[in-house]
Nanobody
Framework: QVQLVESGGGLVTAGESLRLSCAAS????????LNWFRRAPGKQREFIAG???????TYADSMKGRFTISRDNAKNTLYLDLISARPEDTAVYYC?????????WGQGIQVTVSS
């Protein structure tokens, strides 16, 4: 069974940085593209960034320069670094991959940025 578990969220003050992690199991991790999404209050889920098994990255235009996606295939772990957090970054953050025709999601983790 595919499992994706996010960690590293919590309360952060504006201007601080943080790293989110997504631990994966039950899948051939190194071959899969993985993504980060978020859902802010009152907004649709939005794409942040993706990374292929080989390390090629894609960022949403609004996220460029503010987020860095990376992975450690030896640890089956995906990372997201948020630089200089803003209150508008407050959201639930999700990691994601696709197994055949099914989107697989973690439970999500809350990030709250105080001003």
């Amino acid at each position: 069974q595919v499992q994706l578990v996010e960690s590293g969220g919590g309360l952060v003050t504006a201007g601080e940085s943080l790293r989110l992690s997504c631990a994966a199991s039950g899948m051939q991790f190194s071959l899969k593209t993985l993504n980060w999404f978020r859902r802010a209050p009152g907004k649709q889920r939005e794409f942040i960034a993706g990374i292929t098994g080989g390390g090629s990255t894609t960022y949403a235009d609004s996220m460029k320069g503010r987020f860095t996606i990376s992975r450690d295939n030896a640890k089956n772990t995906l990372y997201l670094d948020l630089i200089s957090a803003r209150p508008e970054d407050t959201a639930v953050y999700y990691c994601n991959t696709r197994i055949v025709s099914t989107n697989c999601w973690g439970q999500g983790i809350q990030v709250t940025v105080s001003s």
